[in-house]
C-alpha cells in the first residue's frame, strides 16, 4: 500500500526559487492537507482541501499556492522561496472531509532555502 | 491563545518508569475529535489514537493509556513502564470546525527521552 506519497524527500532551493512539492494519496481521501514543521512550533496548517476543486488557508498560508484538480493529488507551490521557509513539510490526507478519523502523513520534505 | 496546548516541551525519565503528558485544548464546538500522534527520530508521524467529544471514557491499550476529561479541557496521556523505544516527540491534536470546515491543529510537541 503506497499511503501518502511525498516527492522530493530533501530539496535546497535558492532565494527567490520557486517550486512544487508533490504529494499523492491512493486511499480515496476526501481530506488532504500540507503542514510545516519547525523547532518548538509543532506542525503548523498551511492549505488544506475537503475535496476535489476545494481549498482553503490554514495558519500560515503566505508564500504558498496549492490547487486540486484531482482527489488524489494535492501539491504545494513555493512562488519564491526565502530562508523563513526552510522547513520540514508533510502532506496528510484523512478519510472525509469531517476528519473524525485519523490522518495519514507522507514521510515529509526537508527542504532548505539558502 | 492557542488551540492546543503541551505545556511540557521535554521530559526525561529512566526506563520503568511512569510518565504523563499533558494536553490541554481549547473549542467552541460541541462536536469535536481529539488524536495523539507519536513522532519517532526516524521523523514519521504514527496515528496513537482519536476521542471524540461525546466520549469520555479512558482508554488502555497495552501500556499506553488516556485520560479525556471534558470539564478541564484535557486529553491526557501515560505511559506505563516507560521503554527506551517510547522516546519520541509526541503530538495532541484537534479537529474542530473553523469557517465552515474542519481544520486538524497540533499541539508543539512534547519530547520524551526515555534513559536506559
Known amino acids: 500500500n503506497a499511503g501518502v506519497t511525498q516527492t522530493p524527500k530533501f530539496q535546497v532551493l535558492k532565494t527567490g526559487q520557486s517550486m512544487t512539492l508533490q504529494c499523492a494519496q491512493d486511499?480515496?481521501?476526501?481530506?488532504m492537507s500540507w503542514y510545516r514543521q519547525d523547532p518548538g512550533m509543532g506542525l503548523r496548517l498551511i492549505h488544506y482541501s475537503v475535496g476535489a476543486g476545494i481549498t482553503d488557508q490554514g495558519e500560515v498560508p503566505n508564500g504558498y499556492n496549492v490547487s486540486r484538480s484531482t482527489t488524489e493529488d494535492f501539491p504545494l507551490r513555493l512562488l519564491s522561496a526565502a530562508p523563513s521557509q526552510t522547513s520540514v513539510y508533510f502532506c496528510?490526507?484523512?478519510?472525509?472531509?469531517?476528519?473524525?478519523?485519523?490522518?495519514?502523513f507522507g514521510q515529509g520534505t526537508r527542504l532548505t532555502v539558502v | 491563545a492557542q488551540k492546543v496546548t503541551q505545556a511540557q516541551t521535554e521530559i526525561s525519565v529512566v526506563e520503568k518508569e511512569d510518565v504523563t503528558l499533558d494536553c490541554v485544548y481549547e473549542?467552541?464546538?460541541?462536536?469535536?475529535?481529539l488524536f495523539w500522534y507519536k513522532q519517532p527520530p526516524s521523523g514519521e508521524l504514527v496515528f496513537l489514537i482519536r476521542?471524540?467529544?461525546?466520549?469520555?471514557q479512558n482508554e488502555i491499550s497495552g501500556r499506553y493509556s488516556w485520560n479525556f476529561q471534558k470539564s478541564t479541557s484535557s486529553f491526557n496521556f501515560t505511559i506505563t513502564a516507560s521503554q527506551v523505544v517510547d522516546s519520541a516527540v509526541y503530538f495532541c491534536a484537534l479537529s474542530e470546525e473553523a469557517r465552515g470546515r474542519r481544520a486538524l491543529t497540533f499541539g508543539s510537541g512534547t519530547r520524551l527521552q526515555v534513559q536506559p
Open positions: 486511499m480515496n481521501h476526501e481530506y
Open positions: 496528510a490526507s484523512s478519510l472525509d472531509r469531517n476528519l473524525n478519523t485519523e490522518a495519514f
Open positions: 473549542t467552541r464546538d460541541t462536536t469535536y475529535y
Open positions: 476521542r471524540n467529544s461525546f466520549d469520555e
